[in-house]
């Protein structure tokens, strides 16, 4: 197919044309025979395309080409796959305009933060490129000198992987390269909000001689094409990201024993400490709370600051929030925030904030949609602060996933480590102190899998990312990311003295 020609900044609907309805199956693009479900640009309201809600057939017929491809692919010596995915990177990082004008349109982030998470796709292909050479086992010797144990690590098989629309390019990305690092193979089904960067990717694929077979995308919605894959007894692995909720129904309903990633929900806290840098926390604060208008499982959701520092903290957080800029992603690419990708979290917002202002939460900033003509058609909101918030509001308990925190005092560090605690997720977590102790203190008292201090950056590719408790089970990012799409077989082996 290729890609059009297009404008920086501007929306040809040549460029979704393409990508109409088609599904991608062992190498090849077809024209999906299910329901048409419309895409919209959230900015505007506009039907920029449609997709094809794959049938049985369909997903069937992806799962088989993977299992076709599987055994080659996983025979390749790993330099092989690792120059596979070094070519991958290559033509996705000069693909990143065009890739990123096409988020833009279907999600609503700026078009400049677009363009970033195609880098950071870029970014994860050459990642794994390198750690699929790196394929490790060992030897370990046995109870006795005619035994020895070799321990080898092979590739799991077939995966489906199950994408959500808040990154639709980089979250493909953790499961897809480490995947095919791995020696897997994969069927992706992409958000039915954001399907056509997943189509993107996948033309990417082809330019970058990724075999046939070896990554395939079919659309439609999660709760039919999505399970398909999950009852699919020819699926060796499932890799979700999404809601816990979802997560437990997947858990659940998957008819075989197999392995699973699941990265859920997140209610992320910030802990501001007596020793802590107030302005470097309320940077902080800002970006991570309102970044992709919050719609990301690792946003700071609620923020406890020590009690001398409350007041000075909302007056700068206010401050800070009311200087970010909010548009028309395609419009203003360089604009702060874009619109919500949806009805859905928008409407949750402005629930969740209407519970708190009930029971008694004051509105430090933000709270309504931005005023004029431009905004009127799309999905936006203020990022809006609560002040004074308590553990009986929604903002505080549950996962907004919108521009909205809540900000509490406290007194003690237990009292704020037991706050920060009272959740049922786990995922990430954030302190800004500059005391040793009180960094040890809280970083060793937090019960989340990622604890960030003195920054907002609780994932790093380089690194293993994953949740506790209701937050999920396995690991993305670092070599971990990898060995999750990997069995360890032990073979021992029993030797005759030689003669």
């Not at 395309?49 to 088989?64: K, L, P, R, W």
């Not at 990312?465 to 670092?478: A, F, I, L």
């Amino acid at each position: 197919m290729g890609f059009p020609a297009i404008r920086h900044g501007t929306q040809d609907d040549s460029m979704f044309a393409a990508y109409d309805s088609k599904l991608f199956i062992a190498g090849e693009w077809r024209t999906g025979t299910g329901e048409r479900l419309p895409v919209e640009n959230p900015a505007t309201g506009e039907i920029i395309g449609h997709i094809a809600a794959a049938s049985a057939d369909e997903v069937d017929a992806a799962v088989s080409a993977a299992r076709a491809a599987f055994r080659p692919w996983a025979k390749l010596a790993p330099k092989e796959r690792s120059s596979a995915l070094h070519r991958l990177g290559e033509v996705v990082a000069a693909r990143a305009d065009a890739m990123a004008l096409i988020m833009t349109s279907e999600q609503g982030k700026p078009l400049n933060e677009a363009r970033g998470e195609i880098l950071k796709l870029a970014e994860a292909c050459h990642f794994y490129a390198e750690e699929a050479e790196r394929v490790h086992g060992e030897i370990v010797p046995g109870a006795t000198t005619d035994h020895e144990s070799m321990v080898i690590r092979e590739p799991i098989g077939v995966v489906g992987a199950i994408t959500p629309w808040n990154y639709p390019a980089e979250l493909i990305g953790w499961k897809l390269c480490g995947a095919l690092a791995a020696g897997c193979t994969i069927v992706i089904k992409p958000a039915e909000l954001t399907p056509f960067t997943a189509l993107a990717i996948a033309e990417a694929c082809v330019e970058a001689k990724i075999p046939a077979g070896v990554v395939n995308v079919v659309t439609g919605k999660g709760s039919i094409v999505g399970q398909a894959l999950v009852e699919h007894r020819d699926i060796d692995k499932i890799a979700f990201t999404g809601s816990s909720a979802v997560g437990l129904h997947i858990q659940r309903s998957t008819p075989v024993v197999r392995r699973m990633s699941l990265e859920l929900g997140g209610n992320c806290p910030l802990v501001v400490a007596p020793s802590a840098d107030l302005d470097a926390a309320v940077k902080g604060a800002a970006r991570r709370a309102f970044r992709n208008m919050g719609q990301i499982c690792i946003a700071v959701n609620r923020i406890y600051v020590a009690r001398p520092h409350y007041e000075a903290f909302l007056a700068k957080l206010k401050t800070a929030v009311e200087r970010l800029t909010i548009g028309n992603g395609l419009d203003k690419p360089d604009a702060d925030l874009g619109a919500m990708a949806s009805a859905e979290p928008l409407n949750k917002t402005r629930e969740h904030l209407a519970d708190a202002l009930d029971k008694g939460a004051r509105l430090v900033s933000g709270g309504s949609a931005p005023d004029g003509e431009a905004f009127s058609r799309g999905h936006f909101f203020r990022p809006t602060v609560l002040a004074d918030c308590t553990h009986e509001m929604k903002v505080m308990t549950e996962e907004t996933f919108g521009p909205l925190v809540g900000v509490a005092p406290f007194d003690t560090l237990d009292e704020a480590a037991d706050l920060a605690n009272d959740t049922p997720y786990g995922l990430a977590s954030y302190v800004y102190a500059r005391d040793v102790n009180e960094v040890r203190a809280l970083s060793l008292r937090l019960d989340y899998g990622n604890v960030a201090v003195n920054n907002v950056d609780a994932g790093v590719m380089n690194a293993p990312y994953g949740g506790r408790k209701q937050s999920g089970v396995g690991y993305e990012h670092g070599r971990e990311g990898m060995l999750e799409y990997m069995h360890f077989k032990h073979i021992r082996i029993r030797y005759d003295e030689a003669r």
